[in-house]
């Protein structure tokens, strides 16, 4: 049976904490621009589909607000504290989401206004849907070698931001080319779904699982916490 790792070591773990913090930060930077643009550019073309995206882009920032919080303690001790009321937030956070994007979805589908073409809101969906990714793993990852349920949740986040992203670009590029309005809200009914079942996830502390800290005997933890070729114990939907 292959040894399980006991955690990173204070200095490694003090290295994530920062990244984490930095890509965080990144996170809230970007959506606050993302969201004014978002709301300006939808009000223009009246499209309830980029005002959705500004506003999703919003709870976003409360996502990432909320991993901020915890991560800005000095002592890692009241960090783990922390992480249980962070997950609330998030799973919250996804809700929310998911509620707003059911609602305007229906909205849009029962044809509640025609939107102009935005290229404006082409440009952003497109930039978001590059960067957005890239910001979800980098976190993803820290998160996991942390053992940080929190991080990976934000992360989670951030991930269905960008399947927002592609879907709002799909939206506004047909509508502008082909008029086919209802494609944005029928893909944003699936996104909805997701959204519940992440957030779900995050209030029952899903989707990844803790690495044992340095304190904690490799002959305490049970064989079928045994690792899988992923780094993750077995039983975790964290990979």
């Known amino acids: 049976m292959t040894a399980l790792s006991t955690g990173p070591a204070p200095a490694r773990r003090d290295q994530l904490t920062r990244r984490i913090r930095l890509l965080v930060a990144a996170t809230i930077t970007y959506n606050v621009v993302e969201a004014i643009v978002a709301i300006t550019a939808g009000t223009l073309a009246s499209s309830t589909a980029l005002i959705g995206f500004g506003l999703d882009s919003v709870i976003e920032v409360s996502s990432a607000a909320a991993v901020a919080w915890q991560f800005s303690a000095p002592d890692h001790a ?65 998160g996991r070698e942390l053992g940080s349920l929190s991080a990976v949740a934000d992360s989670r986040q951030t991930l269905l931001c960008t399947y927002l992203s592609a879907v709002l670009l799909a939206g506004l590029v047909l509508n502008a080319t082909l008029g086919w309005s209802w494609a944005d809200p029928a893909a944003a009914l699936v996104i909805a779904v997701i959204a519940v079942k992440e957030g779900r996830d995050a209030w029952q502390g899903k989707g990844c699982c803790a690495t044992p800290t340095a304190a904690t005997p490799a002959s305490a933890i049970p064989v079928v916490a045994a690792a899988d070729g992923c780094g993750c114990r077995l039983g975790c939907d964290c990979c």
């Open 78 to 142: 009241v960090r783990e504290a922390r992480e249980e009321t962070t997950l609330r937030i998030i799973a919250v956070s996804f809700f929310a989401l998911a509620a707003y994007v059911a609602v305007d979805a229906v909205r849009a589908l029962a044809g509640t206004g025609e939107a102009e073409r935005s290229i404006l809101g082409i440009v952003l969906a497109a930039l978001s849907l590059l960067v957005m990714p890239f910001l979800s793993a980098a976190q993803r990852r820290a």
